[in-house]
């Protein structure tokens, strides 16, 4: 009852924010308000004086266009911290940007999701950089199981739930029950490894150089892993590597299946290793109920049904796959005391060893 009343006081004298922080996009969610903030998770920093010039998507717009002294970096590689300083900044842009329409007295108590098995020294650089941006309380949660809580699967129930995030750094794969993964595995096919795929082949079959941008923006307006009745193409523009002048070039979604077809074909053995090693009753329960597909990977052209065309069991794509986790750590925030045991724990609150 105290803790209660404790945290109806708290909700008035401070905000509580929910931050899916990922490879390619960071979402921040702010209690009462949802999904607030949906920036990339790109920071400019200017080399010769240190400072950040922009974050999010004025960062990301600087791409390959900056001059020497100006650098645009992606400080999380693969779903984990690759820069704590650069990190730190971002986080506390968001955190104050999120903050900035209701002005509270105390720091934020902050949800964040990480991707699964990170290790406890990457798990304390994403809960410092949290806590140094001006939060007062951090509490880290494994991204499969927001996303799960995010699409309203039953996580504390005694019945096995499957679901696959495909990110932009790492794909997680996890079967879940009586809220706790019973058995997962982190890729690091996703989103950019699919790029960089599209990239590879471009050069090898068009002789042809693209950036990571083209490479993603020809991904999801052609991309796909089944062909489609109407076959689709787009045109393409990058410098020809014989005469280092630019040229464009017509490419198809076959070129783009054909592409990533190797990363694909790794996604599905991985979904079917931890098919293979989950207990038969919770197997039995993922026949009836299905796999639930979330992240930006979901919005790949045919990928449920090719993943229910292999593993033989029914591939349900979420609703807003994009924002699963930020959904999740939104509603972990409205009912904290109820997800705690779900929480990745702080070393400090553990209790001692005997």
Known sequence: MANKTLNRFYKFISNDIGIDLGTANTLVYLRGQGIIINEPSVVAVNQKTGRVVAVGAQAKQMLGRTPSHIVAVKPLVEGVVSDFEV???MIAYLVNKAQASSKKFL??????????GITNVETRAVRDATRNS???EVHIVEEPMAAAIGIRLPVKDPVGSMIIDIGGGTSDIAVIS????????????AGDKLNLDIISYIRSEFKILIGEKTAEQIKMAIGSVIPSDTPLEASIKGRDLVTGLPREVIITDGDIREAI????????ESVKEVLETTPPEIVSDVMSRGVHVVGGGALIKGIGELLAEHIRIPVHIAEDPLTAVARGTGIILENLENFREILIQN????PPQK
């Open 347 to 350: 070393e400090d609150e553990l």
């Open 134 to 136: 001006g939060a007062r």
């Open 87 to 89: 990190t730190e900044e």
């Open 178 to 189: 009586l809220g706790g993964i019973v058995r997962a595995k982190t890729l690091k096919i």
């Open 107 to 116: 720091g934020p108590r902050v949800v964040v999701g990480v991707p699964y």
């Open 261 to 268: 077809s190797q990363s694909i074909d790794h996604l599905i």
